[in-house]
């Protein structure tokens, strides 16, 4: 596999890792655990095979740990995290050096849909609780869900979205062909959250897919 052989189908870096999405991210991911004020680097590739030769680019290009490394059907995933953010950037300029690319050829996202159910009934609840890995829903609350494309800028939405409200991180699916963001609290809250995770997605450059 060549290096032109690669789509960065998302690039992003994140710093100021909000409490919640860290706690979430703690919960879910596969190696080093980022926490709180952490800096982390989110990337989607395809083909998904891409995700090991520039994972081990970055690693030794700077002092990140790896958090996560995933190939499913058709896209790589990773995370690198770091307490530094200059180190993250070190990685992520190693990933582009590697790749003879810059962030203006990563495939700009684009918002699929947004929700907001108000006063969340309890059977949903209980639905949405049988598979969510991070807060439970509590019935009455309301629950707003955002979905983009391609899947993984939903974190910088995530992350944005608790930066803004008083919300709980109920789900956040950042593999596969669209990201989903589920986060619950009061119905002001997660009005504001789900506008400021729209701004932010809308807000990454990058070339339209």
Do not use: H
Not at 175 to 200: K, M
């Amino acid at each position: 596999m060549t290096r032109s052989d690669i789509t960065i189908r998302a690039l992003v870096q994140i710093d100021n890792l909000q409490p919640k999405f860290a706690a979430y991210n703690g919960a879910t991911v596969q190696g080093s655990i980022p926490l709180s004020g952490d800096t982390i680097l989110i990337g989607e590739l395809a083909p998904g095979n891409g995700v090991f030769s520039l994972i081990d680019r970055a690693l030794k290009a700077s002092s990140v740990e790896a958090t996560s490394q995933i190939v499913e059907r058709e896209f790589g995933f990773f995370i690198l995290r770091s307490p530094s953010n200059a180190e993250v950037t070190a990685a992520r300029e190693a990933i582009l050096a590697e790749l003879g690319a810059s962030m203006r050829d990563r495939v700009k996202p684009t918002v699929a849909s947004t929700q907001i159910i108000t006063s969340v009934e309890p059977y949903q609840a209980q639905l949405l609780n049988k598979w969510r890995k991070g807060t439970l829903v509590v019935p009455g609350q309301t629950l707003g869900i955002i979905e983009c494309a391609p899947a993984a800028y939903i974190s910088i939405a995530a992350n944005e979205a608790e930066k803004s409200a008083e919300i709980d991180i109920v789900e956040v699916r950042a593999v596969g062909r669209f990201g989903r963001l589920f986060v619950s609290g009061s119905e002001n809250s997660v009005e504001a959250a789900v506008d400021a995770a729209v701004a932010a997605i809308k807000a990454v450059e990058g070339t339209p897919e």
